[in-house]
């Protein structure tokens, strides 16, 4: 059985010292499930994301999308900050409440050149879920001198 | 446990009288599973489907996500002829050889007005996935004069 | 000629009432043009969007299509806060330098239920986009019950 | 002033070898104009492409904006046939009657790996959009061992 590349541990330590907004100890992200071609992510409900009408903004819910394919990237072929989103597509599903959001990336594909990759976004406690989305990143290696 | 509102024998016969060319005793596609929340479709192959290189096309991945979703909306609300995509978003992940293609929908959403789901596209035998789409229909009832 | 329902002054207000952190005196977001089909934003230069590397992120790019779209419908429809996003896909382009982004948005389909537009966003005194958007907005009227 | 790395005759006769369906003297599509970023392509109605109710399928739709974006590619970066269309994402906007489609595709980016384009589709005559599509094509030089 392949491994992740990393840790959890790891990759809070690492993008905590490249976001510190996003995973350091006021962040509000944390890894919860990493695995070779996945992951689940937690976004701690904070009361700036709310919209009129008491639900999380979908700009709150398009972030954790990206930000949980990226870590799915990143355990899958190791530390490459020069991947970089290519494309996001989201459907808004139900809205969601003020409570924490789990998001459950599954790699559908790890090239290369591109991974895509696909984000069920659950609100805590609830069963179905508040939005999916499918993404792709572009995967460029240091050695590559080519866009 | 709820199910599906019609039954794959049914779902067939109505879809073979619209589309004979399609669910006929010619056509290519046969409904594999029928849940209340999603479906599983087979293509069986067809050569006039290959291009160029020995790899079935782009369109007949695309056109086998619609009607997957399609027959996955039909399952769950019943024969509602007025269900149109609004919106097809596909990755294609891996080229599919000369096989049958099988298509596995998931219900994401079943609103009043709009369904969403996902359907995940596989080469008859392989493991991997070759496409995945998401789709959008607009439900209508034949009580609603609005559009 | 048909005009806009409401002019780019009566949206900046209603829009600060709603949106006082986007739309009041210390918000990024100016509306810089009004049609029929149509509308311009600009997003002043925040150094809270950059990331490593100095550009703004993907996700201030996002927030800007979503509401570049949503002011375009405002604008056609009149004032109906019931509209909300169930689709948004973009395409990452070319990554925007320390400046203001710019987001020209075209409404494609304006029906009763179902409003499309594509926004296609530019970084300030640049010519090729740096990001291109389509998403579509269900419409709700007060007096609809259903969703 | 770039020109067009082909001239809409060689491109005729070179796809018409390698699709002679598509584009042969029974084809049904057409170049009608080329440009360095752009080009316009007219699908000839033909029946087959009706469904119930007498609009013509999504799939016909769908297949001319993949085919529209191809040409946008081949004529701005020469006959590349190594390109390949990685997503797809469609609106279906308006119900097209039993008419010629005409497809207008913009490049958005035209990169050493990826190439992005949005696609609308016109009815023949008629003013509004009936589908508008954008779509991401992978390109692979002869010389390149990677995927």
Redesign the interface.
Same mark, same amino acid.
């Not at 970089?84 to 139900?94: A, G, Y």
């Not at 090239?111 to 591109?114: I, P, S, V, Y």
């Given at each position: 059985m392949t491994l992740p590349k990393l840790s959890a541990d790891e990759l809070h330590r690492l993008l905590g010292g490249?976001?510190p907004q996003m995973f350091g100890a006021k962040g509000a992200l944390s890894i919860e499930r990493l695995e070779q071609r996945g992951c689940r992510v937690r976004q701690a409900f904070r009361a700036n994301t709310l919209r009129?009408g008491g639900t999380i903004s979908?700009?709150a819910m398009?972030?954790l999308a990206?930000v949980t394919m990226y870590i799915a990237v990143l355990a899958a072929i190791g530390w490459v900050?020069l991947a970089? $989103?290519?494309?996001? =597509?989201?459907?808004?599903?139900?809205?969601p409440g003020p409570r924490d959001l789990l998001a459950e990336c599954r790699l559908?594909?790890l090239?290369?050149?591109?991974a895509?990759g696909?984000v069920?976004i659950f609100s805590d406690g609830m069963e179905?879920?508040v939005a999916?989305a $499918?993404t792709?990143y =572009?995967i460029r290696r240091q050695t590559d001198s080519?866009?």
């Open positions: 490249e976001f009129p979908g700009v398009m972030s990206d900050p970089v $989103t290519t494309n996001l =597509s989201i459907n808004f599903l139900r809205k559908l594909k090239g290369k050149r591109l895509v696909e069920t179905e879920p999916h $499918t792709t =572009s080519r866009w």
